[in-house]
């Protein structure tokens, strides 16, 4: 598999793996550092068939924002018949998700190359508000 980077900021790195679009988001996803990285999800789900991983492995907070951002990211990604999966392997995210009742929304996995490997289609019939 080729890998490009795209671009790297202080909060995020962007590249290029095949196909897929991986954003690696790192230190805390709040309501100050959500809306530029919203804005470039934007950017990324704007195609058709946007293929995009975001890995959260290096996220050590999330609130509400970042949960919306997420959010609002899967639901353009899947309107546009594209994917959006999640790589975490921490259980601090893997319990806001679930507390959230995000969980069973979008594809998560513990591993990059899992989240790379998958097919895309798993979870991707409805839109979370």
Known sequence: MIETLITSTPRHTERAVGGTTVVELRGETDILTAPPIGTRLDDL???????????????????????GMLCRARNRAVQRQGRLGLVTDSNQILRVLSGAG????????????????????????????
């Open 102 to 129: 995000l969980d069973g929304v979008f594809e998560i996995y513990d591993r990059l190359p899992e989240a790379l490997t998958a097919v895309p289609g798993g979870i991707l019939a409805a839109t979370v508000g």
């Open 45 to 67: 789900t704007a195609v058709a068939l946007p293929d995009l991983v975001v890995d959260l492995r290096a996220v050590s907070f999330i609130d509400c924002a970042g949960l």
